[in-house]
């Protein structure tokens, strides 16, 4: 038997065939298209990404058996996708493009609406580290409502989707929401009962409280946990537009990051079932952290504590950081060194600096490339800060610039940004540590994404952190993760006769398929350099906010 694994990331959706093991046996990808109008404001189209979705499905089931295919499962970025009344895209864009209906998820338009819901202190801000993001949807939904007019778009909204429950919803017509979006995005407060609901009053305090008309139908009355069966399976539709049969099993979605999360959970345990003081990051564009917990632990900065958000019965802490891949790409494409790197087909130009800094290190005879930086230090928050500050207005900082333009030189802004990308690590697992008075304490790091293909991240993070750092020999857990998802739900979709003791459960899923791990130790002969190095980058966020202090005094 197989299961598909579909991921919707930011530029790209990936479809994988996942045998019941979790080995990966086929990928495929399409590029999805992102309008970038203006400064901040990042649009998608609905219609473009589920067209892609099922072409990539349909390549990696071709040549096989459809009946064969026991259940799909989806996940994908945290954006907003608006429908109109008859379930058609509802431009979110200024100008009015009917296609373009998704709000990305790294949109910033809504920083004013974000100011304002934070001055209201509302009570379900606590479960958002105290702050709400404007990455989040009710300060978009509230952005929606104020700027665009009201007779020709918020009166034809007909539905309000996070991008993951937009695909179950095209692929089985249920309009359920997942657990792991409305708790983590949209302010859904979940309870260990499950008896979750809307908090009307924060709806009213924020001016959206015509949302609640209908029974909150047009974001969500049916709130379901991550794995489950959606809906009756595919549509008829749907399964013809896939090369599917029609009810074949659909899984309540995650998040991407969840779904790396949920993929990578289990990975190099001695005992997948047991889940706690393993850090999970996903990095990529931008990079999560996630933890779990059998405790309700509050930590200013981090999003949560979200209940049953990725494994059922486990609260899920949530850090991250805003930009780290693009960051890394964006330090080597703006350097002026950054065309005379040697970079073909196959060879990318971090693996063109990672060989130059060991040439570097070497010519300088130091014993590890970390003492490169040692009058190099960089603060990363280019694009804001998610956590542990949860400051979105923070920018970027570097000390120790030259005159020098040279590829040595663009190496050593490389590694030192690599270097506080890993401090931004360290910050995040610190203020969870404190913050639970020792309960949170990370004992191992899992990470996985496209950072994870870099040997010299992997070493940095373990360095820093002095932790293990453990990467999968499968190449891409997101999409194992949301075979997991579908793999649950086939076998939740069964009559009880049928149901296997072992495999009726997403936590049953996780322990099946989880991959081996391999393993990145850290070199303790570096942590005297590197904890000097933190306290510098902690200086450095101290002083961007005392500069930005003494910029607003009055002459």
Not at 48 to 75: A, L
């Amino acid at each position: 038997m197989y299961f598909i694994g579909v991921d919707v990331g930011t530029g790209s959706v990936r479809a994988a065939l996942v045998d019941n093991t979790g080995r990966i046996l086929k990928k495929s990808t399409k590029i999805i298209q992102t309008w970038n109008p203006e400064e901040n404001f990042y649009q998608q189209s609905s219609e473009d990404i589920w067209r892609s979705c099922c072409k990539v499905v349909r390549e990696v089931t071709e040549g096989v058996p459809s009946e064969k295919v026991k259940g799909i499962g989806f996940d994908a970025t945290c954006s907003l996708v608006v429908v109109d009344n008859d379930g058609l895209p509802l431009s979110v864009s200024k100008n009015g493009e009917r296609e373009q209906n998704v709000i990305l998820w790294m949109d910033h338009r809504a920083k004013k609406e974000a100011d304002f819901i934070n001055t209201t202190n509302h009570r379900v801000l606590k479960y958002v580290g105290g702050k709400i993001s404007l990455e989040m949807e009710t300060p978009k939904i509230l952005w929606l409502k104020n700027n665009l007019p009201k007779n020709t778009f918020w009166q034809r909204v007909g539905r309000f989707f996070d991008l993951p429950d937009f695909l179950t919803w095209k692929a089985t017509n249920a309009i359920s929401r997942s657990l792991c979006t409305v708790v983590c995005k949209w302010t859904y407060c979940a309870e260990q009962t499950l008896d979750g609901y809307w908090d009307r009053s924060y709806f009213e305090e924020i001016g959206l409280d015509d949302l609640s008309q209908n029974n909150w139908s047009k974001i969500g009355n049916e709130i379901i946990e991550p794995g489950q069966p959606c809906g009756n399976g595919l549509t008829e539709n749907a399964a013809r537009e896939m090369g599917l049969t029609v009810g074949t099993p659909v899984a309540t979605s995650l998040i991407d990051a969840h779904a790396g999360g949920l993929g990578m959970i289990g990975v190099g345990s001695k005992n997948p079932t047991d889940f706690k003081h393993r850090l999970v990051m996903i990095g990529g564009t931008s990079t999560c952290h996630m933890l779990l917990s059998d405790q309700e632990v509050f930590v200013d900065g981090v999003w949560g504590p979200y209940y049953g958000a990725m494994v059922p019965g486990l609260w899920l802490l949530e850090g991250g950081q805003s930009a780290t891949g693009k960051l890394i790409d964006h330090v080597i494409n703006t350097h002026p060194a950054a065309k005379h790197l040697n970079v073909t087909d196959g060879v990318r130009a971090e693996d063109c600096l990672n060989e130059l800094l060991m040439k570097m290190t070497t010519d300088r005879g130091l014993d590890a490339i970390d003492r490169l930086t040692e009058d190099f230090h960089v603060y990363p928050d280019f694009h804001g800060n998610r956590s542990p500050v949860a400051d979105p207005t923070l920018k970027g900082m570097m000390v120790g610039l030259t005159l020098s333009v040279d590829q040595e030189n663009l190496a050593l802004i490389y590694l030192a940004t690599i270097q506080a990308l890993c401090y931004g690590t360290k910050h995040i697992i610190e203020s969870m540590k404190e913050k639970s008075g020792g309960s949170l304490n990370v004992q191992e790091i899992l990470l996985c994404g496209g950072l994870s293909q870099n040997w010299v991240f992997l070493q940095c993070q373990a360095n820093v952190t002095a932790l293990p750092v453990r990467t999968s020999t499968e190449d891409d857990p997101v999409l194992i993760g949301s075979a997991m998802l579908a793999a649950a739900a086939s076998t939740l979709s069964k009559s009880p006769a049928e149901l296997h003791p072992r495999s009726s459960s997403l936590r049953d899923a996780i322990a099946l398929m989880a991959s081996d791990a391999r393993t990145v130790h850290p070199s303790l002969d570096l942590q005297a350099y590197h904890k000097r190095k933190y306290s510098v980058y902690l200086e450095m966020l101290k002083h961007q906010k005392m500069y930005k202090t003494i910029m607003s005094r009055n002459p």
